[in-house]
């Protein structure tokens, strides 16, 4: 969902933040 909690869930890679 959000870039800034990748160390919770990595959907940065989906998410432009």
Do not use: F
Not at 1 to 17: D, F, Q, T
């Amino acid at each position: 969902g959000l870039g800034i909690r990748v160390a919770i869930k990595p959907e940065y890679r989906i998410s432009p933040l």
